[in-house]
């Protein structure tokens, strides 16, 4: 069994400074993490993903995310905000090899203050 | 040169109509997938069809029916349609055996039932 926790459903940052969105993972083999990115009425983009090479994980838009099996987490981070960052944010895992059962985190909405 | 497409985009109908939704990947992947986004935009998977063939059929009432005529689209029809089912939906492609196979989302179709 697999599931996802995203600790803040709402985060609220200032243009230019960190974001910090936080996921932690329940899963009973080695998983696979996923971040994906959902703008306003737009799909679900993938940000970035872990596979079990490097920990560190670098993604699209600046965005990285470091997997930190000790604590069962993945959280996402990016150095400074941008007002195009503002979008609800998913955290996601699944069987280490397997993206056929992609177990989603209820989501994380970022809003970018100017 | 859309990866995933749907059709329509939006979709408004009233109680007990019939109605289909279309996906299409151009990404040569033999896997594909209908996830469900609710009003607290949680997603869940809903089913997945792999080289046309169900692979997952997740706890979906009946009256969802999805149709593979080929491994490059999966329809979903929706018989006698309910309140309940107001949602957005998302179809995804991802080819199995690569590590992770990763999923790439269509759009979606905001579904409206009045």
């Known amino acids: 069994a697999q599931s996802v926790t995203q600790l803040d459903s709402h985060v609220s940052v200032s243009e230019g400074t960190p974001v910090l969105l936080r996921c932690n993972y329940s899963?009973?083999?080695?998983?696979?993490l996923f971040w994906y990115v959902q703008h306003p009425n737009k799909g679900l983009q993938l940000l970035l993903k872990y596979t079990s090479a490097a920990t560190l994980v670098k993604g699209i838009n600046g965005f990285e995310a470091e997997f930190k099996k000790s604590e069962t987490s993945f959280h996402l981070t990016k150095p400074s905000a941008h007002m195009s960052d503002a979008a609800e944010y998913f955290c996601v895992v699944t069987l280490s090899g397997s993206a056929r059962q992609l177990t989603f985190g209820s989501g994380t909405q970022l809003t970018v203050l100017p | 040169d859309t990866a995933v497409s749907q059709t329509p985009k939006y979709l408004v109908t009233q109680m007990g109509n019939d109605k289909s939704i279309k996906c299409e990947q151009n990404?040569?992947?033999?896997?594909m997938y209908w996830y469900k986004q609710d009003s607290k935009k949680f997603l869940k998977i809903m089913f997945s069809y792999n080289n046309k063939e169900l692979i997952i059929n997740e706890t979906v009432p009946n009256r969802f029916s999805p149709k593979s005529p080929d491994k490059a689209h999966l329809n979903l029809h929706i018989n006698s349609l309910e309140l309940g089912d107001s949602a957005v939906y998302f179809c995804a492609s991802s080819q199995v055996g690569t590590a992770p196979d990763t999923q790439y989302f269509g759009p979606g179709t905001r579904l409206t039932v009045l």
């Open positions: 899963s009973s083999y080695s998983p696979s």
């Open positions: 990404l040569g992947h033999d896997t």
